[in-house]
């Protein structure tokens, strides 16, 4: 059963660069040509779908985050990542990796982790 | 970018009510491939319904998805107290995944 842990820094300043990573266990990220996305959701708000990565290496990203979102897939350590520049107050959101399941849609989560811009 | 628009915000229904959920779309869903997800505070949410009619593993079956294109529904045919929670619609056909806004389903 896979199963999915995100960590974070919790606290950024803003204009700095936020780093995420979701630990996979319970199996590959390299079996089964999933798509691996982040997902957030500010406070008291829906759900922002940020990016996917494809275990080849192909992405696809949010048009309105394409500009300071870089999503990357490390099969040899079992882990995705999400790297955010300039951050700024908007950003603040609880941060969620995902796989799709073999129909497409999100079938398994993380459970998230929180984190605020702030100075 | 495919918009997705629920309604409505907010359902006010009692235990063994039945629920009808809507997401429109701006266009129309390549395959049909709309999802289901239930939100409760604090959590992830969890898959309910994929290809806009399937129910994901494990979901109950008063748990039903139905439409095609760019209208579609979620139904819970009787509510039960674990129930009330956030339900987001959530297009996966294009290469730009978009989330609906949400509906939450209060108790009455």
């Known amino acids: 059963q896979v199963q999915l842990e995100e960590w974070g820094p919790g606290l950024v300043k803003p204009s700095e660069t936020l780093s995420l990573t979701c630990s996979v266990s319970?199996?590959?990220?390299?079996?089964?040509?999933?798509?691996w996305s982040w997902i957030r959701q500010p406070p008291g708000k829906g759900l922002e779908w940020i990016a996917y990565?494809?275990?080849?290496?192909?992405?696809s990203y949010n048009a309105s985050l394409r500009s300071r979102a870089t999503i990357s897939l490390d099969t040899s350590k079992n882990q995705l990542s999400l790297k955010l520049t300039s951050v700024t107050a908007a950003d603040t959101a609880v941060y969620f990796c995902?796989?799709?399941?073999?129909?497409?849609?999100?079938?398994?989560w993380g459970q998230g982790t929180k984190v605020s811009v702030s100075s | 970018e495919i918009v997705l628009r629920q309604s409505p915000g907010t359902l006010f229904l009692s235990v063994g009510e039945r629920a009808t959920l809507s997401c429109r779309a701006s266009q129309t869903v390549p395959n049909n491939f709309l999802a289901w997800y239930q939100q409760k505070p604090g959590q992830a949410p969890t898959l309910l319904i994929y290809g806009a009619s399937t129910r994901a593993t494990a979901i109950a079956d008063r748990f039903s998805g139905s439409g095609s294109g760019t209208d579609f529904t979620l139904t819970i045919t009787r509510l039960e107290p674990e129930d009330f929670a956030v339900y987001y619609c959530?297009?996966?056909?294009?290469?730009?995944?978009?989330f609906g806004g949400g509906s939450k389903v209060e108790i009455k």
């Open positions: 959530q297009q996966y056909g294009s290469s730009q995944l978009t």
């Open positions: 990565v494809y275990e080849t290496g192909s992405t």
């Open positions: 319970g199996g590959s990220a390299s079996s089964g040509n999933y798509f």
């Open positions: 995902a796989r799709e399941g073999a129909h497409g849609a999100f079938e398994i």
